[in-house]
T-cell receptor, first 113, second 114 residues
Framework: GNSVTQMEGPVTLSEEAFLTINCTYT??????LFWYVQYPGEGLQLLLK?????DKGSNKGFEATYRKETTSFHLEKGSVQVSDSAVYFC????????????FGSGTRLSIRP | DGGITQSPKYLFRKEGQNVTLSCEQN?????MYWYRQDPGQGLRLIYY???????QKGDIAEGYSVSREKKESFPLTVTSAQKNPTAFYLC?????????????FGQGTRLTVV
């Protein structure tokens, strides 16, 4: 079956530190991969996406590369800000007759000033 | 502006009551989803629908019911059979076409049993 595993949190960093949140997946077929962000008390927002192997998604300084050989989609940012504090979800979708979106368990990120 | 709207934002329910959470989208999306989120937890799929008048159970459908009479609307009823309904409920929609099926989320409904 399809599944997503992401690094457990919480993750606490100082402002301007380098961020990596690991995400690996299992899929039957060719998934599209996503990172979503959830700010406190809100719904999820799409942060970035990649639809095929070696694609790089990027947005707001965040990047993730679709690595088919390692079945990974790690989220990175070179210099985090306090405003990046949120919960980050890795997700995949595989087109099929019963397609649905599968989410990882989420990683809570806190940035210290 | 196109989007997905959930209401109400906060909902209180007495034990033994059924309550219905509203979800409306004007994105012309075929697929709609309901997720439950508990504090510090990820998302768990309750029900999803890929087309009007059809829906499928997700991972935790017991104690919940849905309908999909219109493309724009996918209400979720939390029944008295749901033993622990206090949670944050998120509705989402997607085009469900091809490889680019990102989801768009509402702002959520926080349900509390009193």
């Amino acid at each position: 079956g399809n599944s997503v595993t992401q690094m457990e949190g919480p993750v606490t960093l100082s402002e301007e530190a380098f961020l990596t949140i690991n995400c690996t997946y299992t899929a039957t077929g060719y998934p599209s991969l996503f990172w979503y962000v959830q700010y406190p008390g809100e719904g999820l927002q799409l942060l970035l996406k990649a639809t095929k192997a070696d694609d790089k998604g990027s947005n707001k300084g965040f990047e993730a590369t679709y690595r088919k050989e390692t079945t990974s989609f790690h989220l990175e940012k070179g210099s985090v800000q306090v405003s990046d504090s949120a919960v980050y979800f890795c997700a995949l979708s595989v087109y099929s007759s019963a397609s649905k979106i599968i989410f990882g368990s989420g990683t809570r990120l806190s940035i210290r000033p | 502006d196109g989007g997905i709207t959930q209401s109400p934002k906060y909902l209180f329910r007495k034990e033994g009551q059924n309550v219905t959470l509203s979800c409306e989208q004007n994105l012309n999306h075929d697929a709609m989803y309901w997720y439950r989120q508990d504090p510090g937890q990820g998302l768990r799929l309750i029900y999803y629908s890929q087309i009007v008048n059809d829906f499928q159970k997700g991972d935790i459908a017991e104690g919940y019911s849905v309908s999909r009479e219109k493309k724009e609307s996918f209400p979720l009823t939390v029944t008295s059979a749901q033993k622990n309904p206090t949670a944050f409920y998120l509705c989402a929609s997607s085009t469900d076409r091809g490889m680019n099926t990102e989801a768009f989320f509402g702002q959520g409904t926080r349900l509390t049993v009193v």
